[in-house]
């Protein structure tokens, strides 16, 4: 009966979500106005970056900088298999359904893909703590674009062009919410509380015989796919994949986010990737004033509210929504936020 | 409590931020231009930029276009190819712009003309030289133009003249692996040179906005080439022929119209002596339609327009023409007036649309001599 | 033979400013313990105000108008290079003092941000096209500019070896900072407190060191440091422009890793050896994977010593 439950916790999401994302998207399309397509698609792909990264720097404190590398496998994973099976139709059904159906092959590929990316990218993570796994995980990043733009096959600074239409709004919606969905069941699972532990100390974890290297790699794996599917379906909405794409300061971006929504929150990632791709578009009209409008803004929340919009809580522990309040997920205070401030500040000791 | 402080003022800085206002689209024509104003490349749209704010300013001092004055919306992209579809969007479904005038890379030009393409709106590139740009697999994108040469034409125009002219056997390749049009370049050079019987002696690669070049430039001196073909923009490029003569290397370089500027000079200080380099026109042109334009370039934003801002300028005059022609201002209407653009005379050439819809113009070949581009001999197609 | 050797000039000659840039990571890292992301763009601010700087003391490019006055002299280049490091010296103590000490008790990540912040700021505040005109064009915007030469260059070629008085002084100069930064930490007071603070900030507070006034001190030197790299390396590669702080700033921070974050011999090292790294795979490698070859040696070196080459791994107590 409790699997049961739990069954119905990770799948009513989608059978609610779903529904109203179909009913959204042909709403759209019936008044014709294709305007905000793209920015949604834009808006979502940043919710599931922000999300899938929080599962790494916020949930298990580890520091990584290197999202925009684990994109890059993703989309261009995916683009060659779209690319590859584009003149091909499974005769059984319409070519509609049967181009969705080899697309939802390609995202597949793409997480799965990053995903094994993500194996390698944790494994250093068995020894490295702080800010030496953050330039670890940066390196992988730039040895990924390196690689694609030296391969002739990945079509080297231009990138892969000319791919299909594929990404919907349905396909984003569905994304971003079984990323939440994934990131919402982790925190309550057994993984999760062993990655806050790890959080929160993790030499004391080790000592509770918490398997931390293989819970980190696990986080890292998890964290990767999602961002592989953030890649495939932005490459399929600007129908490209270029290195230009999924340069560090991507990455850079999405740190921001996370942070700036509250490390290990969320509602804060979901909340904050949506507040600063919309606001950085709302921006747009400021020309090259807008990037130091975006900078001043930055800096001035980071000080009204340092701990990020909702800190380590999520929505549903706001007063609003709760008298009295159960207790966050996490203890809240600086040493939790910090991430790797705990560990990594004592291993990278050392005198000046 | 701070949290509803916090939120409450991010949501009125968007707010505030997304109220914003609409022009009348009655009496004007509104151009849509993207382009890198921040960012890396900022250099090349700001040149771009400022080339077809100069077009827009002559368009208007003759009267516009159809009796409507014509004006121009730009938007930044900061370099980035998702941010160039954004922006492409917006113009094109908020603004609702006429034209759309952009990128200068071809990776954010191909990001932009599937949007131009499914929404009927002409989209002419000014510098994007990768063939894809205005293909889609074998056919061409109805409503993607551009007015510079592709990557194949200008190489074969460099290759033929290093190995006919210059009769060079050896000759070494550096190029900037970020950038497409410079892969581009250098791969069709080598395709060339090689045809016509001469040989690569070293391919090195740097990336732009590296700092230094000499390891790759050793390793290229011990080749002994007879010519360094360099293919990246000037920006790097004029570091670049410095540090090659601080090492010794007293072979020319040659290059191609990302070389084009001012700026060019002024850094590598007489380092490119002797080299030579393709493209689309040269200052010394005494023709006056080229000589005004560097004129009132050098008034309006001070500094010799480079060949970024020539062809923003081209572009933007080729679009104003196939308007102009175009029997009403429809995307299908201006986009069949545009492909049947034929010796128009813009500052960077006599441009031809094409069936593939690229510019089809003859290159001119220049070689530095005392820190100064002389006009040495132009190809034809 | 003469090959490998130019490689080594070339190699020592861009380590130097990796290694002077990443001094200042290293510091700021020891007593703070954070990624002073701005950095690489204080070391481009630090170019600049050379290049602003230069003009006013009459060391113009040759085309300049009105032309160069009497010329590059010694003097003229230490005042220069001197205005250079106490104006970005004011800079690092600005940005400590407003964007970092409000948040000094917060988590280390949100400082972070506050970094990157600030490094937008400069990086895109300094890429707008000039709002002022005169007496100098400021923001200098996006097209690259070209940075006098403060001294003469002087070529030798020695056993077939290139390399210029540039090279030279570049290395002298980073080698006495270091030396002088050595002393600074490990001989005076003020290096004491500084070990202090880095070593337990609270209790060196209470121990009567004044805790603000270390931290701001520590940001003023390694900013200067930085406007030292940016002038030498502006000297012999006079291309400057408002993102080249960017890739340096990254360079200097995987140097200072390297190294051993926190310990100034480490950065030096870390530096040196990153630029010769990278030089010796450009040169005797594919130069298109110099990058990826560069990073993956990093990470590498890393697994084998995960606290940098001059790091002390501090076991955990619990």
């Not at chain 2, 040269?282 to 050098?298: A, C, G, M, W």
């Not at chain 3, 105000?49 to 006013?56: E, F, I, R």
């Not at chain 3, 990826?292 to 084998?304: D, E, G, M, P």
């Amino acid at each position: 009966m409790t699997f049961l439950r739990q069954l119905l916790r990770s799948f009513l999401p989608f059978l609610v979500g779903l529904p109203l994302l179909f009913a959204f998207h042909e709403a759209l399309r019936a008044s014709g106005s294709q305007a905000y397509t793209l920015l949604l698609t834009t808006v979502g792909v940043n919710v599931i970056l922000a999300v899938s990264l929080n599962v790494v720097n916020g949930a298990t404190g580890q520091f990584s900088l290197g999202h925009a590398g684990f994109m890059a496998v993703g989309a261009y994973t995916s683009a060659k298999i779209t690319l590859a099976l584009a003149g091909l139709q499974l005769s059984f059904l319409p070519v509609a359904l049967s181009d969705q159906l080899f697309f939802a092959l390609a995202l597949a590929a793409a997480m799965a893909v990053a995903g094994l990316a993500g194996v390698l990218v944790g494994l250093p993570s068995l020894r490295l703590r702080g800010d030496y796994l953050a330039i670890v995980t940066l390196g992988f990043g730039e040895i990924i674009r390196s690689v694609i733009e030296n391969m002739k096959s990945l079509g080297q600074a231009t990138g892969l062009s000319g791919l299909p239409l594929r990404t919907n709004l349905v396909w984003v919606g569905a994304g971003a919410l079984a990323t939440v969905v994934m990131a919402r069941r982790l925190s309550v699972s057994t993984q999760g509380r062993a990655l806050f532990a790890i959080r929160e100390d993790e030499v004391a974890a080790e000592a509770m015989g918490v398997d931390t290297t293989g819970y980190k790699v696990r986080a890292f794996v998890i964290s990767a796919a999602y961002a592989g599917l953030a890649g495939a379906l932005i490459s399929h909405a600007i129908l490209l994949a270029t290195p230009r794409m999924f340069t560090f300061v991507r990455s850079i971006e999405v740190v921001v986010m996370i942070v700036l929504g509250g490390l290990g929150s969320i509602t804060g990632s979901v909340l904050s990737a949506v507040v600063l791709t919309l606001g950085l578009e709302a921006l747009r009209e400021f020309q090259a004033y807008r990037m130091v409008v975006y900078a001043a803004l930055l800096i001035a929340l980071m000080l009204l509210r340092p701990q990020g919009i909702f800190g380590t809580h999520e929505l549903w522990d706001l007063k609003l929504f709760k008298r009295g309040g159960r207790k966050p997920t996490a203890a809240g205070g600086p040493g939790a936020a910090g991430g790797p401030a705990a560990p990594g500040a004592a291993g990278a000791g050392g005198t000046p | 409590m701070r949290l509803s402080r916090a939120l409450a003022l991010t949501t009125l800085t968007i707010l505030a931020a997304a109220c914003e206002k609409r022009t009348s689209v009655a009496e004007t024509i509104l151009i849509g231009h993207v382009g890198s104003l921040t960012g890396s490349e900022a250099s090349f749209g700001t040149s771009t930029e400022n080339g077809i704010r100069l077009a827009i300013e002559d368009i208007n001092a003759k009267g516009g276009i159809k009796g409507k004055r014509v004006a121009a919306k730009t938007y930044d992209d900061q370099g980035k190819p998702e941010e160039a579809a954004v922006a492409a969007t917006r113009l094109i479904t908020q603004d609702k712009v006429t034209v759309l005038l952009g990128e200068v890379a071809s990776s954010r030009s191909l990001a932009m003309a599937p949007i131009a393409d499914a929404n009927q709106v002409p989209q002419i590139s000014p510098t994007s030289t990768n063939p894809r740009v205005t293909k889609d697999g074998d056919k061409t994108r109805p409503y993607v133009f551009r007015v510079c040469f592709i990557d194949a034409f200008q190489a074969t125009v460099m290759a033929k003249f290093a190995r006919e002219s210059l009769k060079l056997e050896r000759v070494a390749i550096l190029r900037d692996v970020g950038s497409d049009y410079s892969v581009g370049l250098a791969d069709f050079f080598s395709k060339k040179f090689e045809e016509l019987g001469g040989t690569i002696v070293s391919d090195q690669s740097f990336k732009s906005g590296d700092q230094d070049f000499k390891a790759q430039l050793t390793t290229i001196k011990g080749k002994s080439p007879e010519m360094i073909y360099t293919t990246g923009y000037y920006t790097d490029v004029a570091l670049l022929a410095r540090q090659a003569r601080e090492l010794g290397i007293k072979v020319p370089l040659g290059g191609g119209d990302g070389w084009d500027s001012a700026k060019l000079f002024e850094i590598a200080q007489g380092a490119l002596d002797g080299s030579y380099f393709s493209n689309h026109y040269s200052d010394e042109n005494p023709d006056p339609r080229i000589q005004s334009f560097v004129k009132r370039y050098r008034e309006k934003f001070g500094g010799t327009p480079d060949s970024m801002a020539a062809l923003g300028y081209d572009a933007a005059h080729v679009a104003f023409d196939a308007m102009a022609r175009a029997p009403d201002l429809s995307g299908p209407a201006i986009a069949a007036a545009l492909a049947a653009t034929k010796d128009f005379p813009g500052v960077a050439g006599v441009i031809t649309i094409d069936a593939d819809h690229n510019a089809v113009k003859s290159a001119v070949v220049l070689k530095i001599e005392k820190n100064k581009a002389r006009y040495v001999t132009t190809i034809n197609p | 033979m003469t090959e490998f050797l130019q490689h080594l000039v070339n190699g020592l000659s861009v380590g130097t400013i990796y290694a002077l840039v990443a001094l200042g990571y290293t510091m700021v890292y020891g007593v703070l313990k954070l990624i002073n992301f701005a950095h690489g763009d204080v070391y481009m601010v630090g170019a600049f105000a050379g290049y602003y700087l230069s003009d006013l003391v009459g060391v113009r490019p040759p085309w300049a108008d009105p032309p160069p006055g009497a010329g590059e002299t010694f003097v003229k280049a230490t005042i220069v290079t001197m205005g250079s490091m106490i104006i970005c010296g004011l800079l690092g103590y600005l940005i400590e003092r407003f964007a970092y000490r409000p948040l000094r008790h917060q988590a280390r990540l949100t400082a972070l941000i506050t970094a990157i912040g600030v490094s937008f700021l400069l990086e895109f505040g300094f890429q707008l096209s000039p709002l002022v005109r005169s007496p100098i064009e400021f923001p200098p915007g996006p097209s690259p500019r070209v940075f006098p030469a403060l001294l003469a260059r002087d070529g030798y070629e020695v056993l077939g070896v290139n390399l210029s008085n540039y090279d030279i002084i570049g290395l002298l100069v980073a080698l006495g900072l270091m030396l002088g930064l050595q002393w600074i930490v490990y001989r005076t007071r003020f290096g004491t407190a500084m070990r202090a603070v880095s070593f337990d900030s609270q209790v060196a507070g209470l121990m009567g060191i004044p805790v603000n006034r270390i931290i701001s001190w520590t940001f003023v030197l390694g900013s200067a440091l930085a406007a030292a790299a940016g002038i030498i390396n502006a000297v012999s590669r006079p291309r400057i422009e408002p993102l080249f702080g960017l890739m340096a700033g990254l360079k200097a921070f995987v140097a200072a890793v390297l190294g051993g974050i926190g310990s100034v011999p480490g950065a030096m090292v870390g530096g040196l050896v990153l630029g010769l790294a990278e030089e010796y795979v450009a040169g005797y490698t594919d130069s298109s994977y110099r990058d990826a070859i560069a990073f993956t040696v990093l990470i590498l070196v890393l697994l084998v010593r995960p606290a940098g080459l001059f790091g002390r791994l501090t076991v955990e107590k619990v």
